[in-house]
């Protein structure tokens, strides 16, 4: 049983470190590739070069999607000493706010670790986390709000900005992942521009 226990703790504690290389190594320099490439995407006259320049950005994005799934996947526990939604959605804010460049505010309520089952506090996180890469990435906006809250039966993410707002034509791959995550759960995804922006 000692032999099986540590071997256990082997496999978790290796699980850990591929999931950190992911993120640190992989997603990094995928990200900074991507924002890279948008950026310069501006300045190309050629509307076919542009267009295949915007192309590799969506894949990357994608690419991004998928390895973060795969993070998710492989920081799955079944026990009780894993993380709860509350820890988790803190994590992804902390890493945000290095490429956002400010810390967004944050509210929290409800018993976010005893009554989200883990299915849906691995979805909750994936669009909190989408939600804020898509602030740093396209809203040029200087605050940022996360409320995140639930009354034992549902949950509910809210995530605010005073940017640009969501542009009438545009590319939506992300928000139509999230809402994708939403419906699995039988939820829905909101997005609106209010009459100030953001």
């Known amino acids: 049983e000692r032999r099986q226990d540590a071997e256990q703790i082997a496999l978790l504690e290796d699980r850990d470190r591929i999931a950190r290389d992911l993120h640190d190594l992989a997603i990094q320099r995928l990200f900074a590739t991507g924002m890279t490439l948008q950026s310069a995407g501006r300045f190309i006259g050629h509307e076919g070069a542009r267009e295949r320049v915007l192309r590799a950005v ?4 994608e690419t991004i999607r998928i390895i973060r799934s795969t993070i998710f996947g492989l920081r799955t526990r079944e026990d009780e000493a894993a993380p709860g939604l509350r820890a988790r959605a803190v994590r992804v804010i902390a890493e945000a706010t290095r490429v956002m460049g400010f810390a967004p505010s944050v509210r929290m309520e409800g018993l976010l670790d005893t009554h989200v089952p883990r299915e849906t506090a691995d979805q909750v996180v994936a669009v909190l986390s989408e939600s804020l890469t898509n602030i740093a990435r396209h809203a040029h906006a200087d605050r940022a709000e996360v409320a995140l809250e639930t009354d034992g039966r549902t949950v509910r993410l809210a995530v605010t900005d005073n940017g640009v707002g969501i542009p009438a034509e545009g590319r939506r791959s992300g928000l139509a992942n999230m809402a994708q995550r939403a419906r699995a759960l039988g939820g829905d995804l ?9």
């Open 58 to 61: 969506d894949d990357l994005d």
């Open 190 to 198: 909101e997005w609106t521009t209010p009459d100030g922006g953001g």
